[in-house]
């Protein structure tokens, strides 16, 4: 039996519609599907499930789907204890408890003199999902429970952002880190001579053609001929560095890190999907490998 394994990095692959419809052939064909969660967004691991859950209600075969987490695939490496300021365990006794429904979950939420320190979301009292912390009104942490009431992720926020995440082992340990980096970028953009009015605009609208008895197409081949149609733009662009404490490999970004995840399952005879949004990211770390596209 083929195996093929989905990986998902990010929850706007997933909702692509040609997801599903590979997802759904692939099972048709009777192949063995894997999807391999690998987001730094420790709590997107559940909207997964969910998304999955709601496939199956279509169609039964999806609950043949193996769905593979980076907890899971970590839960047994050795890793390093987090400090107390790491770990941030925070109690919820002394709280004041308020009850919500929210989508077929229950939402917890405890306050403090009216402002609200922690949201607890979870399927049932015996199923916690995601405990988000807050400092000030303002999110601090969030932890990530695994399906065994255990908690797998551990994200620090900074500025609404994501800035430092742990993932845990079975113990409680810290197996890998994943730390937010910034980096400026360029953009380099070659306008077409069918856009040299645009790129008069760009430019601040360059003077191109001075004579008004010009023909239309003689004025557009003037501009064409005298707009400097290649522009850079410099941008920021976010990435995250990666530290697997087993043996302190880094990673200098999580391509790399995928790279060799993908590793510990890939057979001769696995096909591959990847999101057609990170594949120029992807493949020059895999040139051997044939990837399928999402």
Known sequence: ????????TSLNGMHKPNFSTQLLKALKNGSQVSVLVAMVDFESVWTVRQYLNQLARKDSQVNKIRLITLAEMFADEPGLALTTEERHAIGLE??????????????????SDGHMVAELRQIDDETP???????????????????????VGIEKIQ????????????HGEAVLRFVRHERPIEHIYNLSTTSAMLATEFEGAKQVATSETLSKRQRERAEANTVD????????????????YS???RFSDVFAFYQAVLSRLLTDDTRLYVDLAVNAHFSPQM??????NY
Do not use: H
Not at 129 to 143: G, S
Not at 164 to 169: A, C, D, E, K, V
Not at 229 to 244: F, N
């Open 1 to 8: 039996m083929q195996q093929m394994i989905f990986l998902l």
């Open 94 to 111: 002394d709280y004041e408890q308020r009850l919500f429904a929210d989508n077929q979950e229950q939402v917890k939420r405890y306050l």
């Open 129 to 151: 999902m995601v405990l988000r912390q807050y400092q000030a009104d303002q999110l601090a942490q969030v932890d990530t429970y695994g399906l065994d009431g255990q908690v």
């Open 159 to 170: 500025g609404e952002v994501a800035q430092t995440s742990y993932l845990l082992n079975r």
């Open 229 to 244: 149609q290649t522009q850079i733009i410099t941008a920021t662009e976010a990435y995250y560095g990666v530290l697997a």
């Open 247 to 249: 043996n302190y490999r």
């Open 287 to 292: 040139p051997n490998q044939l990837i399928f």
